[in-house]
């Protein structure tokens, strides 16, 4: 059975061997059963049969919904808009115009990818709830469905312009796609370096618990407590220095454990990453079991999030994010850099209409009230845990009064003066075209907005930021959040005052026709 070319017209199922993908996941979906059933009735050989009965028929009544399913979902590529009918029982329906549609994105996950299957994706920009998506289709058609869909739409902006203009223009060739960030073997292996995770004890820990219901767990742990508590003395018979290398070795073990766990991650997520600048906006295309091609129009790029972490920070590593309508993942930051030196990021920054600012930029601080405050509120708590317990311990145990009353109280001058260090960081500057906002010590991070995306501006205040004289920066920004809190109240309010004269300048029909 061959499957129909996406440019007919008349309402088309999916590849056929979708069927075989759900059908497959039935047999994943069987396996804990099928082991409850036979550990749950005994290891004897009806115990046996019942498990394997049990999941024979999960993944029989999986393959007949899988079958129904597919049997019942068709979709239709009219001249204004794609239209998908699925249902069982009930009949859905969902029509969405061509102009709606911000790009198509594919994806194919393992097994789809094996059996040349793609997953196609219509990013409407509502959320990615409220996306489009089939699931799936051959590789080929998940292809020609793209460039149909995105030929349709353009051609629909085209005849709206002229609508609106009065003029017909004639299409411009398009440019050749063009790379501008990508990570070979070698990039990842660094990457991987920095990516330490203890996932995988996480895993063993779940998977225990789920193995606690017909296997007794609690023997086995008194056994291997019991095995420890031996090893343990064996131990500490040992001379110091056996038992400081055994602590180490104990150590470089987890490290190497967490290391390999953050490598393996890092490889299947990022395989092949490149990132290229084409007709339509960047694309993304990344993954080894899970591959993605992910399409982001420039002009639906909101904001930039520039980070980092505590130790790749000392060795010059960053990423970027654009913040989008688009969704990627089911989120609304898009990684485009996940692992870059500045330059490189520099370089994507300014294929995306933006720049970083130069050593000329008028950076602020917040306000020495903000800072005030905070070591105030930061403080707080051990300075009150402190009353607490000194008060108590002068009744119940006096011998420890100093001491505790001596730690909360150290603790209470270190928050302070982390709160003090970190107000020199946080910092935000404003030009012609973009705000920008810096926060963070050990791993800063970065946003920068352009001044004609914002919605809005919003100066709030606390009851204690009224009476201190400074104010919080909110922008409406379309798919993120963006803040800048502690700044004095004068300078909220002529930051205000440029934004929104920028916002009343701009036409935004001309700028998402950009």
Do not use: C
């Given at each position: 059975?061959?499957?129909?070319?996406?440019?007919q017209?008349?309402?088309?199922?999916t590849a056929?061997?979708?069927?075989?993908?759900?059908?497959?996941?039935?047999?994943?979906?069987a396996?804990?059963?099928a082991?409850?059933?036979?550990f749950?009735t005994?290891?004897?050989g009806?115990?046996?049969?019942i498990?394997?009965?049990?999941g024979?028929?999960i993944?029989?009544?999986?393959?007949?919904?899988?079958?129904v399913?597919?049997?019942?979902?068709?979709?239709?590529?009219g001249?204004?808009?794609?239209?998908?009918?699925?249902?069982?029982?009930?009949?859905?329906?969902?029509?969405?115009?061509?102009?709606r549609?911000?790009?198509?994105?594919?994806e194919?996950?393992?097994?789809?990818?094996?059996?040349?299957?793609?997953?196609?994706?219509?990013?409407?920009?509502?959320g990615?709830g409220?996306?489009?998506?089939?699931t799936?289709?051959?590789?080929?058609?998940?292809?020609?469905?793209?460039q149909?869909?995105?030929?349709?739409?353009?051609?629909?902006?085209?005849?709206?312009?002229?609508?609106?203009t009065?003029?017909?223009?004639?299409?411009?060739?398009?440019?050749?796609?063009?790379?501008?960030?990508?990570?070979?073997?070698?990039r990842?292996?660094k990457?991987?370096l920095?990516e330490?995770s203890?996932?995988v004890?996480?895993?063993?820990a779940?998977?225990?618990?789920?193995?606690?219901?017909?296997?007794?767990?609690?023997?086995?742990?008194?056994?291997?407590g019991?095995?420890?508590?031996?090893?343990?003395?064996?131990?500490?018979a040992?001379?110091m220095?056996?038992?400081?290398f055994?602590?180490?070795?104990g150590?470089?073990?987890?490290?190497i454990?967490?290391?390999?766990?953050?490598?393996?991650?890092?490889?299947?997520?990022?395989?092949?990453?490149?990132l290229?600048?084409?007709?339509?906006?960047?694309?993304?295309?990344?993954?080894?079991?899970?591959?993605?091609?992910?399409?982001?129009p420039?002009?639906?790029?909101?904001?930039?999030?520039?980070?980092?972490?505590?130790i790749?920070?000392?060795?010059?590593?960053?990423?970027l994010?654009?913040v989008s309508?688009?969704?990627?993942?089911?989120?609304?930051?898009?990684?485009v850099?996940p692992?870059?030196?500045?330059?490189?990021?520099a370089?994507?920054?300014?294929?995306?209409?933006?720049?970083?600012?130069?050593?000329?930029?008028?950076?602020?601080?917040?306000?020495?009230?903000?800072r005030?405050?905070?070591?105030?509120?930061?403080?707080?708590f051990?300075?009150?845990a402190?009353?607490?317990?000194g008060?108590?311990?002068?009744?119940?145990n006096p011998d420890?009064?100093?001491?505790?009353?001596?730690?909360?109280?150290?603790?209470?001058?270190?928050?302070?003066?982390?709160?003090l260090?970190?107000?020199?960081?946080k910092?935000?500057?404003?030009?012609?075209?973009?705000?920008?906002?810096?926060?963070?010590?050990?791993?800063?991070?970065?946003?920068?907005?352009?001044?004609?995306?914002?919605?809005?501006?919003?100066v709030?205040?606390?009851?204690?930021?009224?009476?201190r004289?400074?104010?919080?920066l909110?922008?409406?920004?379309?798919?993120g959040?963006?803040?800048?809190?502690?700044?004095?109240?004068?300078?909220?309010?002529?930051?205000?005052?440029?934004?929104?004269?920028?916002?009343?300048?701009?036409?935004?029909?001309?700028?998402?026709?950009?």
């Amino acid at each position: 059975m061959t499957e129909p070319s996406p440019t007919q017209s008349a309402g088309q199922r999916t590849a056929p061997l979708s069927v075989l993908v759900g059908a497959l996941a039935g047999i994943r979906n069987a396996i804990f059963p099928a082991v409850a059933a036979t550990f749950g009735t005994g290891m004897s050989g009806w115990g046996l049969y019942i498990g394997f009965g049990i999941g024979l028929l999960i993944v029989l009544i999986g393959a007949i919904a899988s079958y129904v399913s597919w049997r019942r979902l068709t979709y239709t590529i009219g001249a204004s808009d794609i239209r998908v009918e699925s249902g069982v029982l009930s009949r859905a329906a969902r029509s969405v115009p061509y102009e709606r549609i911000q790009d198509v994105s594919l994806e194919q996950k393992l097994l789809p990818r094996l059996l040349g299957l793609v997953a196609v994706k219509f990013e409407t920009g509502a959320g990615g709830g409220e996306d489009l998506s089939l699931t799936y289709l051959t590789e080929e058609a998940g292809e020609e469905m793209r460039q149909l869909v995105r030929e349709r739409r353009d051609s629909a902006d085209e005849t709206a312009m002229a609508e609106n203009t009065g003029d017909a223009t004639e299409r411009e060739p398009e440019p050749e796609d063009e790379a501008i960030f990508a990570m070979g073997p070698g990039r990842l292996f660094k990457f991987g370096l920095f990516e330490f995770s203890l996932a995988v004890f996480a895993v063993l820990a779940g998977l225990a618990q789920y193995a606690d219901g017909f296997i007794e767990i609690g023997d086995a742990i008194d056994m291997a407590g019991g095995w420890f508590s031996d090893r343990g003395e064996e131990v500490a018979a040992l001379s110091m220095s056996v038992q400081v290398f055994s602590a180490l070795a104990g150590l470089f073990a987890v490290f190497i454990v967490g290391s390999a766990t953050g490598m393996i991650r890092v490889f299947t997520r990022e395989w092949g990453f490149l990132l290229e600048r084409t007709a339509r906006g960047f694309r993304r295309r990344r993954g080894l079991f899970t591959k993605t091609d992910v399409v982001m129009p420039i002009h639906r790029v909101q904001a930039l999030t520039i980070g980092t972490r505590m130790i790749r920070y000392r060795f010059g590593w960053h990423n970027l994010k654009f913040v989008s309508l688009a969704q990627d993942a089911g989120s609304s930051n898009h990684v485009v850099a996940p692992f870059a030196r500045m330059d490189e990021i520099a370089t994507v920054v300014a294929t995306a209409g933006f720049h970083l600012p130069d050593e000329a930029a008028d950076w602020h601080r917040a306000s020495e009230a903000y800072r005030t405050d905070s070591m105030i509120i930061d403080s707080l708590f051990f300075v009150l845990a402190a009353i607490v317990a000194g008060t108590v311990l002068a009744i119940v145990n006096p011998d420890w009064f100093t001491l505790v009353v001596a730690i909360l109280l150290t603790l209470a001058a270190i928050s302070a003066g982390a709160a003090l260090y970190s107000w020199q960081f946080k910092r935000h500057t404003l030009d012609a075209t973009q705000i920008m906002a810096r926060d963070g010590i050990l791993s800063p991070s970065s946003k920068i907005a352009t001044r004609t995306k914002l919605h809005s501006v919003e100066v709030a205040q606390g009851p204690i930021a009224r009476r201190r004289g400074y104010a919080t920066l909110h922008f409406g920004l379309a798919g993120g959040e963006f803040s800048i809190p502690g700044i004095p109240v004068e300078r909220a309010r002529k930051v205000r005052s440029e934004v929104l004269e920028t916002i009343v300048a701009t036409d935004f029909s001309e700028l998402e026709s950009a």
